[in-house]
């Protein structure tokens, strides 16, 4: 028999019976079993085929589906994909549907539009660090033992204004429920978006839930997996008496960022920064964030890449993080020329004046990119810049720039005479580089560059990166 349940935030799905249709067609229902593997991929598995057809694996792939469950969720499968199709004894054709995604607790269509998002992920109440729940203690006496109570407080609520119409907000919840030894209470932490026009979906992911889940990422210096995001429309609604209250749809999906396989409490010194580090306040953090997520875009794809799905080999992640620095540096706007423009117009024109007429064509391809400052320059300039935050990692590394460089071009250049190096090197370059664009990073968050030492100064990880240098570097 299937299930539908919720363990913790996250939804189960284990081969739930169900029915299904095409919105188009809503008189012709096909039984199914709907399921949801550890990984987030949602299948649905069909009892016939939705066309009739005994092979369907040429018709047309539906966008929107409609289903319901024996226990009454209602489904809408998004842009799915047909998997495989089977032809079995005694006779009954079914086909395998993959959505790329799916909403619980509603029929919507690709024209709904969303107004407000419930966002929940691994490390988001550490970060935050807010928490309504009050342990009250009573002392002792000669007459009678001291106890201890529980109770709830509501904490402040944190705003940031990030657009116009557009805010995002801490949010709390509770349940309390009796315990062997008294009472306990299960506290929920979420980042609320709420907008004053709906938009798509789609965009209200891509502009607002991922932008927060990448700087709960960024200040944890881990990768956030979403426990639970929700969405509210006003197409889908409750009316209790005169009044409409939305509905919480569930918002599901295999998500890149996979959650922990052991749950840990962060404390403060196992971070880049918790949110009361943050001498600006959250509003302005947020909406600083939001400017840089966007300038910052083609850097910041590497960088949060290597941090939720990093690749198995230790070069493929120092490639990663040198796109990441490389993109960085190009974002910021900076000159790359290494002479002004009329000057090297001068001396290109002398090089091409002393240059054979059969070989002119070949020079001045080449000389396309003379005029632009080395990767290794390029490096330094953001290592004289993190100078303060990261003081004594990089005295300990003087020649990491051209260290850096040299092991980044060997391997997206390989060549038999460039130095390989070892893994101990490769792993403290990526290690320092990735510190590099993190503190670069803070700094343009508007952090003081002594407070950005301070934080990394307090992890152990960074402690143990700074006092062991690999031999080569020392």
């Not at 539009?113 to 988001?124: E, G």
Request: proline share 7%.
């Amino acid at each position: 028999m299937g299930k539908l349940a919720r363990v913790g935030a996250t939804m189960d799905l284990d081969r739930l019976p169900s029915l299904w249709w095409d919105p188009s067609t809503p008189a012709e229902q096909r039984s199914g079993l709907v399921s949801r593997d550890a990984e987030g991929a949602i299948t649905i598995e069909l009892i016939g085929t939705l066309s009739g057809s005994p092979f369907p694996m040429r018709e047309p792939e539906p966008e929107i589906l409609h289903g319901v469950g024996n226990q009454g969720p209602l489904f809408t499968a998004r842009r799915t994909m047909r998997s495989g199709a089977r032809f079995s004894a005694p006779g009954f054709p079914s086909e395998i549907l993959r959505p790329r995604s799916m909403i619980v607790g509603g029929h919507v269509d690709e024209t709904t539009r969303y107004n407000q998002a419930l966002l929940r992920t691994s490390f988001l109440a550490d970060w935050l660090q807010m928490s309504g729940v009050v342990v009250d203690m009573t002392e002792g006496t000669d007459d009678q033992k001291g106890s201890v109570g529980v109770r709830y407080q509501w904490p402040t609520i944190q705003t940031s204004q990030v657009a116009p119409g557009v805010t995002i907000s801490t949010w709390t919840g509770h349940q309390g429920k009796p315990t062997g030894s008294g009472y306990a209470i299960d506290e929920d932490v979420a980042l609320q978006v709420a907008l004053e026009t709906a938009i798509p979906l789609d965009d209200l992911l891509q502009k607002y839930v991922m932008p927060f889940l990448d700087l709960v990422s960024f200040g944890t210096g881990r990768s956030n997996a979403i426990d639970r995001l929700t969405v509210r429309t006003p197409s889908v609604v409750t009316v209790v008496g005169d009044k409409e209250h939305l509905d919480d749809l569930d918002f599901l999906t295999e998500w890149i960022a996979k959650p922990p396989k052991v749950r840990e409490r962060l404390l403060d010194h196992q971070m880049n920064f918790a949110a009361r580090d943050v001498a600006m306040g959250f509003d302005e953090l947020v909406r600083r964030w939001f400017v840089l997520h966007e300038n910052l875009r083609l850097a910041l794809a590497p960088f949060f890449g290597l941090l939720y799905a990093p690749p198995t080999y230790a070069d493929l992640r120092l490639v990663s993080i040198s796109q990441a620095l490389e993109a960085y540096d190009r974002s910021s706007g900076r000159s790359r020329q290494a002479m002004p423009t009329k000057e090297f117009a001068s001396f290109k024109q002398v090089l091409m004046d002393a240059c054979p007429e059969k070989h002119k064509d070949f020079l001045k391809q080449k000389l396309g990119y003379l005029n632009e400052l080395s990767q290794v320059d390029r490096t330094n300039y953001l290592v004289e810049r993190a100078r303060v935050p990261l003081q004594r990692l990089l005295a300990k590394r003087p020649t990491f720039a051209v260290d850096f460089i040299a092991s980044r071009n060997a391997k997206t250049h390989p060549d038999k005479e460039k130095t390989e190096m070892d893994g101990l090197q490769m792993y403290d370059l990526t290690a320092t580089a990735t510190y590099l664009f993190t503190a670069c990073v803070m700094l343009d968050l508007g952090f003081d560059e002594n407070l950005c030492a301070q934080l990394f100064e307090r992890q152990p990880a960074y402690i143990h990166l700074a006092d062991n240098p690999p031999p080569a570097a020392s």
